[in-house]
């Protein structure tokens, strides 16, 4: 698979402590780039994601402010794993564990100049809190004995008036380097003056999309935008009315979240009602995977067929990203669809990050699905096999009686088949074959797999 012209930096505006979606800031001074991790695709850190950030760096050292403007860079991990970015600098790591069912934040060095003045605990001093009795030679890359018992996890340590990071684990520290930290202050800008000086980007990106909309939106008799409930079809109905497009629909599987179908209705939009019962079929085959999404033909691609068999041919302008998946990644402006002939799918934004969708829907005040305050990545069915541990357990406080009638299934389904309670405990049920970090995983806690990396039965 070719690899797409995904942007791989961030610049970022050092005068105004701004992200930037191009190289210039309305300031008119010179940006920095900043290298991301793969998929590259990266995103603002809403309103649960700071709280929980907060509370995390309020647990490990006190009353630390945050800045208004964060970032989340997704990197891969067996669950949620994100690289913080805050003052143009990598601030840390934000993972969840499936396990533990815990989030965490392993803060980065790059952070400190900005920590250090505010940090109320959590700094180690290496000689008055560890055995360094045999020490000699450099500090940085040693592991060092605790005199006194600390929690496991991140921690600033201090030697000889310099700092850096370390982890605790079983009784021990290890430094991953100590430098001279100059303690530093920015301003703090909130999104609004992010998106004010972004705004010649922000318009181009509208101006190429819309263009892209003109140029096929009369390929077909009909043109019509998929809307899923979700940023990016948020995004694309905004930009497809600019360019004329009225008609839109929204295939309503049966298992989604309330506050989506409550969504997409006020937006006025067309609601294809499915009519496949996905825990019948659940019943019979078993859960759908990430490398086995039946439920998707099932529930989404079926009824589609029998909508388009009812309008007849159409271009359909729709959200898809190359940063998506690697199954979008090499993603054309138009395809028609190799499932139903009918149809010519048109990508206007498929060169966009989540930031860039996020800051033309906050730009053009268009109404946006409030399940992302609230936590959710990405939006789709409650129980979709590609969302996220961390993700289902927000969904389990909104709406514990859709997770629990999914828990007793997945639970009933492993017990039957004779699998450890990790199936359904850990998500593991998301795949039929694993994944190399989810063996990694089930290899550290002691779960047996067979030869083809499936689980394997503990009785039988």
Same mark, same amino acid.
């Given at each position: ?127 008055? %809190?560890?055995?360094? @009795? !045999? ?6 890359? +040693?592991?060092?004995?605790?005199? $006194?018992?600390?929690? =496991? ?75 899923? %409930?979700?940023?990016? @079809? !948020? ?6 009315? +600019?360019?004329?497009?009225?008609? $839109?629909?929204?295939? =309503? ?80 402006? !138009? ?126």
């Amino acid at each position: 698979m070719r690899e797409p012209a995904v942007k791989k930096i961030l610049y970022w505006c050092d005068n105004c402590n701004v992200p930037l979606i191009g190289r210039t800031c309305e300031c008119g001074c010179e940006s920095r780039e900043i290298p991301l991790l793969q998929p590259y695709d990266l995103r603002p850190a809403l309103a649960a994601d700071m709280a929980i950030l907060r509370s995390l760096l309020a647990r490990q050292f006190g009353d630390v402010p945050l800045p208004r403007v964060v970032l989340l860079n997704k990197t891969g991990g067996t669950d949620r794993a994100d690289l913080v970015i805050a003052h143009g600098d990598r601030f840390g790591w934000f993972t969840f564990d499936p396990v533990t069912r815990e989030f965490s934040l392993d803060i980065a060095p790059e952070a400190l100049p900005y920590l250090l003045p505010h940090v109320e605990r959590g700094i180690l001093d290496l000689e008055a %809190g560890t055995d360094m @009795s !045999t020490h000699k030679g450099r500090i940085g890359g +040693k592991r060092f004995s605790l005199k $006194a018992p600390m929690p =496991d996890g991140t921690v600033i340590v201090s030697y000889r008036g310099r700092f850096g990071t370390g982890v605790v684990r079983d009784g021990q520290v290890r430094v991953k380097e100590v430098i001279e930290i100059d303690p530093r202050t920015c301003p703090d800008p909130d999104w609004d003056v992010v998106i004010r000086k972004n705004r010649y980007h922000l318009k181009n990106l509208e101006r190429n999309a819309v263009r892209t909309i003109k140029k096929h939106m009369k390929a077909r008799p009909r043109v019509n935008v998929s809307f899923s %409930g979700g940023k990016d @079809s !948020t995004a694309i109905l905004h930009l497809a009315r +600019k360019a004329g497009v009225e008609e $839109a629909f929204f295939i =309503d599987t049966g298992i989604e979240l309330p506050e989506t179908v409550e969504f997409v209705a006020s937006q006025g939009i067309e609601i294809v009602r499915g009519r496949g019962d996905f825990f019948q079929t659940a019943g019979k085959i078993g859960p759908p995977g990430k490398d086995d999404r039946w439920c998707c033909k099932f529930l989404k691609l079926d009824p589609l067929k029998d909508y388009l068999d009812g309008i007849g041919p159409c271009v359909t302008i729709q959200g898809n990203r190359w940063y998506e998946s690697w199954s979008r990644a090499d993603l054309d402006e !138009t395809l028609q669809n190799p499932v139903n002939p009918l149809q010519l799918n048109v990508s206007p934004i498929r060169n966009w990050r989540a930031l860039e969708v996020f800051l033309y829907i906050w730009w053009r005040k268009a109404p946006i699905n409030p399940l992302y305050e609230r936590g959710l990545e990405r939006i789709g069915c409650y129980l979709c096999p590609a969302a996220l541990e961390s993700e289902y357990e927000v969904v389990r406080e909104m709406h514990p009686e859709l997770i629990e009638r999914w828990d007793r299934f997945l639970q009933r389904w492993a017990e039957e088949a004779g699998l450890p309670a990790a199936y359904h405990q850990w998500g593991l049920w998301r795949w039929r074959v694993l994944p190399p970090k989810m063996r990694e995983l089930c290899r550290d806690q002691g779960i047996p797999l067979n030869d083809d990396f499936t689980l394997r039965a503990i009785r039988g």
